[in-house]
């Protein structure tokens, strides 16, 4: 007759594994979670010591130099012109001096021809700018902070001690327009964008999306590897994350970039 055993404990056992509770339990947005945990900080691995770099070996005496030759006679060149440096006249909105008049100068440029801009949203010298490639032509001019993506960054940056008061947003290209630039134009884009930032002067910027880091930063960074990093444009601290709009109806997007990208940066406080 086969032994009958009682596999109650072990049952129990692996139930306790599998019980996680809710520690790890997230709305659909993984700052609020429904319940945070306080878990002790990770011990720091101990770091090896680096290896004693060996002595250069020392070179040997080199042999003592032949008597010196007479020279070969040189003659004189005649005096060529110095190259004549490339002048470049400044284009009218790098004279601006307030934002309104920046707004003024680009919309007469050949680039925008007189469109309507969609032009920056938010306080004067904002603690946070938001940059988008290009406004969405689902959300009007100077709406962009009653929208539901802003409400969703808000809560986003209010969890990391930024008041949704003191956050604005701009465009790299400010018309609702989809669409690649040539090298001249893009370096125009981004001169605007220098200036611009210059007059807003706000302390941090985070852009939003793979298009707007390569035309920021340019096309020689990984955005994935750069996401989240403490960078820097014309002076600003800056933090590249992933398309808010993307991020809106996609939990795993949210969950890396509370988990991953943003704990890379140090310019946020949780």
């Known amino acids: 007759m086969a032994e009958e055993f009682d596999f109650s404990a072990l049952r129990s056992y692996l139930q306790g594994q599998m019980d996680l509770g809710d520690a790890e339990v997230f709305l659909d947005e993984p700052w609020a979670p429904k319940k945070r945990m306080a878990s002790p900080a990770p011990a720091s691995a101990p770091v090896p010591p680096r290896p004693t770099a060996h002595a250069a070996a020392v070179p040997p005496p080199r042999p003592a130099s032949a008597p010196a030759t007479t020279a070969a006679p040189t003659f004189a060149r005649p005096d060529m012109p110095a190259p004549r440096a490339a002048s470049r006249e400044a284009a009218p909105f790098e004279s601006a001096v307030t934002p309104q008049e920046f707004y003024g100068q680009i919309s007469s440029e050949k680039l925008y021809a007189g469109k309507t801009l969609f032009c920056y949203e938010g306080p004067d010298h904002p603690t946070l700018l938001l940059l988008f490639q290009t406004p969405r032509s689902d959300i009007p001019s100077g709406g962009f902070l009653k929208s539901p993506v802003a409400e969703m960054l808000f809560r986003l940056?209010?969890?990391?001690?930024?008041?949704?008061?003191?956050?604005?947003?701009?465009?790299?290209?400010?018309?609702?327009?989809?669409?690649?630039?040539?090298?001249?134009?893009?370096?125009?884009?981004?001169?605007?964008?220098?200036?611009?930032?210059?007059?807003?002067?706000?302390?941090?910027?985070?852009?939003?999306?793979?298009?707007?880091?390569?035309?920021?930063?340019?096309?020689?960074?990984?955005?994935?590897?750069?996401?989240?990093?403490?960078?820097?444009?014309?002076?600003?601290?800056?933090?590249?994350?992933?398309?808010?709009?993307?991020?809106?109806?996609?939990?795993?997007?949210?969950?890396?970039?509370?988990?991953t990208h943003l704990p890379k940066c140090s310019f946020f406080k949780r």
């Not at 880091?213 to 996401?227: D, I, L, T």
């Not at 600003?236 to 997007?253: E, I, N, P, R, W």
């Open 157 to 259: 940056f209010t969890s990391l001690n930024v008041a949704p008061e003191s956050i604005g947003v701009t465009f790299f290209y400010k018309l609702p327009e989809s669409r690649s630039f040539p090298p001249l134009v893009e370096a125009t884009l981004r001169k605007m964008l220098a200036k611009e930032l210059s007059l807003l002067a706000p302390e941090t910027m985070v852009t939003f999306g793979e298009p707007v880091f390569h035309q920021v930063f340019g096309k020689g960074k990984n955005f994935m590897e750069s996401a989240g990093t403490d960078m820097e444009f014309a002076g600003v601290k800056t933090c590249s994350l992933v398309d808010a709009f993307a991020m809106m109806g996609d939990k795993q997007l949210k969950l890396l970039t509370w988990k």
